[in-house]
């Protein structure tokens, strides 16, 4: 077929702009751009239909714009080491190209495999960066933030144009993107999902500079008014419709145009310190894969007991008898998406009322987030249940949380319709009904499924008792200096620099409820 073909490997990365691995494989030669839906990975524990759904679009979506330049996506199903090898075959030999990838545990192993294959067979893979996470003996975290800046000023890539396109070779059809029941994925109760694709994520970044976003910094934090003021962009950066540098320049462009004392100068500086912070929790799994599964300080091993499953069962399906908890877990069934501090309450509630461990309570929520980010979830799961050893341990109030961000009881009365007679302030506490009303009112309606100050107070000591520990101390030092955050000047515009190449991929608002 002439000169090598350049495979493109599109993973979490669906777009044509600002797309390194693809700007570079077009200047090497004829490109032949694919997918690879691996039937393996949708079968793992972290992972949902919603998931695929939402990935489905992007991909339909990702093959309608390369086909618009003249090529064609080539979508294949299989192991990808299978696949590699079966184009190999075909093509005689091809140069693989994609971005790095900081996933879960699967696609951390099933990268290596593809490495082992690459190397076996001659064939030349190229990683880039993606995000501003930097790989291998190059991190050096004191000074990651001045290469996130770098990574971020550069010139974001445009979509090549007049690519030499090549065809799938003779053999080999281009694959329609399967149906979610072919990979035995059933619907999981989401309703009012975000519309894929890039077209969808261009949308909602210029929505959310131009007209939502004014209100961003004091708005966020409720589920109420964070539905509009948050970003929204959380989902598209997971899936790569939109890349982070874009978003970052398209923030610095808007942050000219507004005065810095105004909201506006307020919600464009928090919002892009999020999304510094989006890298910056990705950089922690890169760095330390088993954070997936062990907590970064080894002492807390173990000090929650296996979860109970009556105990996890309420709190996923929202009838924990908290209604602000019961809400806030409804609306991210329905919704897939839920804002940061809501996020941050479920985790808290799991982890320190049912002193649930947060390895099984965070496989619950990473298959209701449809912006499920791997190096953002098992971090701020660790985070929020107090296992990081460096982070102040805060312990929610549900009670005090629904008062403080749904003072009128509307959203717990539109998302726990059992309670939608209860009146006034009681509606965030009906155990203080007397026991005739509640039968009048909310019969249906569980009670407490424990008492949050007893609770609390258990949580805490245990926590406590280890952090105490000399042992403890020794950690957090370590964990500090592998993980944490060195702070430094405001997010500002940083100079432009040249684009530097990069496992293996906070969030918006917060971790990553953008």
Same mark, same amino acid.
């Given at each position: 077929?002439?000169?090598?073909?350049?495979?493109?490997? &599109?993973?979490?990365?669906?777009?044509?702009?600002?797309?390194?691995?693809?700007?570079?494989?077009?200047?090497?030669?004829?490109?032949?751009?694919?997918?690879?839906?691996?039937? +393996?990975?949708?079968?793992?524990?972290?992972?949902?239909?919603?998931?695929?759904?939402?990935?489905?679009?992007?991909?339909?979506?990702?093959?309608?714009?390369?086909?618009?330049?003249?090529?064609?996506?080539?979508?294949?199903?299989?192991?990808?080491?299978?696949?590699?090898?079966?184009?190999?075959?075909?093509?005689?030999?091809?140069?693989?190209?994609?971005?790095?990838?900081?996933?879960? #545990?699967? $696609?951390?192993? #099933?990268?290596?495999?593809?490495? *082992?294959?690459?190397?076996?067979?001659?064939? $030349?893979?190229?990683?880039?960066?993606?995000?501003?996470?930097?790989?291998?003996?190059?991190?050096?975290?004191?000074?990651?933030?001045?290469?996130?800046?770098?990574?971020?000023?550069?010139?974001?890539?445009?979509?090549?144009?007049?690519?030499?396109?090549?065809?799938?070779?003779?053999?080999?059809?281009? !694959?329609?993107?399967?149906?979610?029941?072919?990979?035995?994925?059933?619907?999981?109760?989401?309703?009012?999902?975000?519309?894929?694709?890039?077209?969808?994520?261009?949308?909602?970044?210029?929505?959310?500079?131009?007209?939502?976003?004014?209100?961003? %910094?004091?708005?966020?934090?409720?589920?109420?008014?964070?539905?509009?003021?948050?970003?929204?962009?959380?989902?598209?950066?997971?899936?790569?419709?939109?890349?982070?540098?874009?978003?970052?320049?398209?923030?610095?462009?808007?942050?000219?145009?507004?005065?810095?004392?105004?909201?506006?100068?307020?919600?464009?500086?928090?919002?892009?310190?999020?999304?510094?912070?989006?890298?910056?929790?990705?950089?922690?799994?890169?760095? @330390?894969?088993?954070?997936?599964?062990?907590?970064?300080?080894?002492?807390? @091993?173990?000090?929650?007991?296996?979860? +109970?499953?009556?105990?996890?069962?309420?709190?996923?399906?929202?009838?924990?008898?908290?209604?602000?908890?019961?809400?806030?877990? *409804?609306?991210?069934?329905?919704?897939?998406?839920?804002?940061?501090?809501?996020?941050?309450?479920?985790?808290?509630?799991?982890?320190?009322?049912?002193?649930?461990?947060?390895?099984?309570?965070?496989?619950?929520?990473?298959?209701? &987030? $449809?912006?499920?980010?791997?190096?953002?979830?098992?971090?701020?799961?660790?985070?929020?249940?107090?296992? %990081?050893?460096?982070?102040?341990?805060?312990?929610?109030?549900?009670?005090?949380?629904?008062? +403080?961000?749904?003072?009128?009881?509307?959203?717990?009365?539109?998302?726990?319709?059992?309670?939608?007679?209860?009146?006034?302030?009681?509606?965030?506490?009906?155990?203080?009904?007397?026991?005739?009303?509640?039968?009048?009112?909310?019969?249906?309606?569980?009670?407490?499924?424990?008492?949050?100050?007893? !609770?609390?107070?258990?949580?805490?000591?245990?926590?406590?008792?280890?952090?105490?520990?000399?042992?403890?101390? *020794?950690?957090?030092?370590?964990?500090?200096?592998?993980?944490?955050?060195? *702070?430094?000047?405001?997010?500002?515009?940083?100079? #432009?620099?040249?684009?530097?190449?990069?496992?293996?991929?906070?969030?918006?608002?917060?971790?990553?409820?953008?």
């Amino acid at each position: 077929m002439g000169d090598e073909i350049s495979v493109v490997w &599109f993973k979490r990365d669906l777009r044509l702009a600002d797309h390194a691995a693809l700007s570079a494989a077009a200047r090497a030669g004829a490109v032949l751009p694919l997918v690879i839906v691996e039937p +393996d990975y949708w079968r793992l524990a972290d992972v949902s239909h919603r998931h695929y759904a939402f990935l489905a679009g992007c991909i339909e979506d990702l093959a309608a714009a390369i086909a618009a330049e003249g090529g064609r996506l080539l979508v294949r199903v299989g192991p990808a080491v299978e696949v590699l090898e079966a184009l190999r075959r075909r093509l005689g030999g091809f140069s693989l190209w994609s971005h790095e990838e900081t996933g879960n #545990r699967w $696609t951390h192993a #099933r990268d290596r495999a593809v490495r *082992r294959w690459a190397r076996g067979q001659g064939v $030349t893979w190229t990683e880039l960066r993606n995000f501003g996470v930097i790989r291998g003996p190059a991190l050096n975290r004191d000074r990651w933030a001045a290469q996130w800046d770098r990574m971020m000023a550069a010139p974001s890539l445009p979509p090549p144009r007049g690519i030499a396109w090549a065809t799938p070779p003779e053999g080999v059809a281009a !694959a329609c993107v399967p149906a979610a029941a072919a990979l035995g994925l059933a619907p999981d109760g989401l309703r009012h999902g975000q519309a894929p694709g890039r077209a969808a994520a261009l949308e909602t970044l210029g929505s959310f500079l131009a007209r939502r976003g004014e209100d961003y %910094t004091r708005a966020m934090s409720s589920p109420v008014s964070g539905e509009a003021a948050c970003s929204r962009l959380s989902p598209y950066l997971a899936y790569g419709c939109l890349s982070i540098r874009e978003a970052a320049q398209a923030a610095w462009r808007r942050q000219r145009e507004v005065p810095a004392a105004s909201r506006w100068g307020a919600a464009l500086r928090s919002f892009i310190a999020r999304l510094h912070w989006h890298c910056h929790f990705i950089q922690k799994l890169e760095a @330390e894969p088993e954070a997936e599964w062990r907590p970064f300080a080894r002492v807390y @091993e173990g000090m929650r007991p296996p979860a +109970d499953p009556a105990r996890l069962a309420a709190w996923a399906e929202g009838r924990t008898g908290y209604p602000f908890v019961d809400a806030a877990m *409804r609306y991210l069934a329905a919704h897939g998406w839920i804002n940061f501090r809501m996020r941050a309450m479920l985790m808290s509630f799991a982890s320190h009322d049912l002193f649930l461990p947060w390895q099984e309570s965070g496989l619950v929520l990473a298959r209701l &987030f $449809t912006d499920y980010e791997p190096g953002i979830h098992w971090p701020q799961c660790q985070m929020q249940s107090g296992e %990081t050893g460096i982070n102040t341990v805060r312990v929610y109030s549900p009670v005090k949380q629904g008062h +403080d961000q749904d003072a009128a009881g509307g959203f717990i009365r539109l998302h726990v319709p059992e309670l939608a007679a209860v009146a006034g302030a009681l509606v965030h506490e009906p155990w203080r009904l007397d026991a005739a009303e509640r039968a009048r009112l909310c019969p249906d309606y569980p009670a407490r499924i424990v008492i949050h100050e007893e !609770a609390a107070r258990a949580a805490k000591a245990a926590l406590f008792a280890r952090r105490r520990l000399v042992e403890a101390q *020794r950690e957090a030092d370590a964990v500090q200096l592998r993980h944490g955050s060195r *702070r430094g000047r405001a997010r500002t515009p940083p100079r #432009r620099a040249a684009a530097a190449p990069g496992q293996l991929a906070l969030d918006l608002d917060g971790a990553a409820g953008g």
